[in-house]
């Protein structure tokens, strides 16, 4: 198939394209490189040994959007454009409804009409918000409580009501747990930007020496060792969840929301613990207040992605830290953030 990548450069996009490639897809990567480097897109060639297309574009440009969609004649769109940060959502809200939602909503305008009508879109655990019990599963009641999540919500929203309107329409809603981990070849990872605001590349970066030590935020939640427990999921598994999705939007019509997590919820002490394995180094950490908005517990239950689509999360904790940190030990200049300092 032909398919539109949006934010095809970024952290899951390249991990998604690389396996598109390597599946025999023709790919048009549309992105406008405010979070990611054309390189991941050079390094994606070289793993697969195949070339795709690069177009440096905003999606929220209607009119340069079009002139795309007029020159290739796409199956299927896999939408990952959009911005991530939920503490920056929080101080600049316009700037997350403007990207994430008038963005998608260019998409969808276009998809419609060029009438290509598959599409997987990137959504996010965020949905489910606080209050459902664990293990979190797709038909429980949604919640938002920052501008992102409301951001998803919406746009997720938006999908239900396309496909109310046209049932010919083939919708796979993704709802990433926590995505962490590399490219097995080092090639390919998440380079943030400033300080990290996630576990993992925050205790990558512990580990590497460039900071010098790990808040953990809450070590009085009702858990086994009181810090919270996340569901992380290897991005290499998550970018294999998109090619089930894919096959199964392209065979059949419908709406559908999945969780693409593993099932299994890890600790932060447990993360700690595991990284000081894989990297051999010592992770300083303080006990912190918790954060803002955090929730103790939050695992999927992943049996809907597991019948539907024939997919399961493979790669262990270790592989996700060890992954990680062979990303961290490999990056060079290109990738290193200039703004980072040892703090
Ligand atoms: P990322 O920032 O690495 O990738 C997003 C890409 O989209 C970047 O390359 C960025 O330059 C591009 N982009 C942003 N706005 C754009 C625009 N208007 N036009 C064109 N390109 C634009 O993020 P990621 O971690 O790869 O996340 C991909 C998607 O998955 C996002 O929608 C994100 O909200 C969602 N998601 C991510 C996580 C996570 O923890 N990484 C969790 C749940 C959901
Ligand atoms: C966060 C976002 C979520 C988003 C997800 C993307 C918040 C409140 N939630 O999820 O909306 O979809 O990232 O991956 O921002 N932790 C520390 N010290 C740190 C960083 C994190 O102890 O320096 C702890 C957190 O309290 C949490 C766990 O590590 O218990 C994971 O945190 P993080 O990686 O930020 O992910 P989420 O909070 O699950």
């Known amino acids: 198939m032909k398919i539109l990548v949006s934010g095809g450069a ?27 480097n054309e390189s991941s897109l050079e390094r994606v060639k070289e793993i697969t040994g195949k070339d795709l297309i ?20 796409f199956d299927a769109v896999i939408h990952f454009a959009g911005h991530k940060a939920v503490g920056e959502s929080v101080s600049v809200p316009l700037n997350y409804y403007h990207n994430n939602i008038s963005g998608s909503l260019t998409l969808f305008k276009l998809m419609k009409k060029y009438e290509i009508k598959k599409l997987v879109f990137s959504s996010s655990a965020t949905v489910y918000g606080s209050h459902n019990k664990v293990p979190l599963k797709e038909d429980m009641p949604l919640s938002a409580s920052n501008p992102y999540g409301r951001t998803k919500l919406f746009i997720e929203e938006m999908l239900r009501d396309i496909y109310s309107a046209d049932p010919e329409w083939s919708i796979a809603i993704l709802r990433y747990f926590n995505p962490v981990g590399a490219h097995p070849s080092g090639l390919l990872g998440e380079n943030p930007k400033g300080i990290p605001n996630n576990l993992f590349p925050y205790v990558t970066q512990v580990a590497a020496g460039k900071r010098t030590c790990l808040s953990i ?29 894919l096959e199964a939007v392209a065979c059949s019509n419908g709406i559908e929301a999945f969780n693409l997590g593993t099932g299994q919820g890890y600790s932060v002490l447990e993360i700690v613990r ?3 394995k894989v990297s051999g180094k010592k992770i300083p950490f303080q006990l912190s207040e918790r954060r803002k908005g955090d929730a103790a517990v939050s695992y999927a239950d992943c049996s809907k992605a597991r019948i539907l689509l024939q997919w399961n999360a493979e790669k262990s904790l270790e592989d996700m830290c060890r992954d990680s940190w062979n990303w961290q030990m490999n990056q060079t200049e290109t990738y290193l953030d ?6």
């Open 10 to 36: 970024g952290y899951i996009g390249s991990h998604t394209c690389a396996e598109l490639l390597l599946s025999g897809h023709e790919i048009v990567v549309v992105d406008n490189l405010s979070n990611s």
């Open 54 to 73: 690069f177009i440096k574009e905003d999606i929220t440009d209607e009119m340069k959007m079009e002139k795309i969609f007029l020159e290739h004649h």
């Open 217 to 245: 935020f809450g070590s009085d939640y009702d858990t086994k060792d009181g810090t919270g427990i996340r569901d992380y999921i290897h991005v290499a598994d998550l970018a294999g969840g998109h090619l089930k999705a």
């Open 274 to 276: 595991m990284f000081e």
């Open 338 to 343: 200039k703004e980072l300092q040892i703090i």
